[in-house]
């Protein structure tokens, strides 16, 4: 099994709130395809660019219309939403089905163009596409790494005790 860690709240996006896609500005997974554990990094994004949440709330918004509240924090700064306690652990696991390219004046450079990329794909970068989302009831507290990473005998049997569960 591989891992990706993932910056909050992106991770938590990915597991809990439909982000189908990571946006990678090379492709980190080679022709890996298969399970990936979601590592929520020990750092957020909430100062890093506000916009750039505001923009992707919205777009999760515009593609899940059922559901009318998400967890992202609000002021007052201190706020603490609920990925909060999520920081520096695995989260949930994935599968990678897909990595492809999106050209930033052509768009998504697919074989089968009957997929349409999601509304968290960014051009210019590779996307990672991600389905069969499944949370772990119980986060563990793990270190991160840069790009996928294998993930050690030890941590892969604590994350397949949860997801089978």
Known sequence: MRAITVRQPWAWAIIHGG?????RTRNIAGKYRGPVAIHAGLRHDLEYDKQL?????????R??????HLD?????????PLWYGHLGRVIGVADLVDVHWADPFEGCHRPDSSWECSA????GCYHLALRNRRPLPRPIPWRGRL??????????ALIWEQVTA
């Open 19 to 23: 982000k189908d896609v990571e946006n």
């Open 72 to 80: 992202f924090p609000d002021d007052p700064p201190n706020a603490r």
């Open 53 to 61: 949440i505001a923009a992707a709330v919205g777009r999760w918004a």
């Open 147 to 156: 790009g996928l990473w294998t993930v050690p005998d030890e941590l892969e």
């Open 63 to 68: 593609a899940n219309p059922q559901v009318s």
């Open 120 to 123: 968290w794909a960014d051009t």
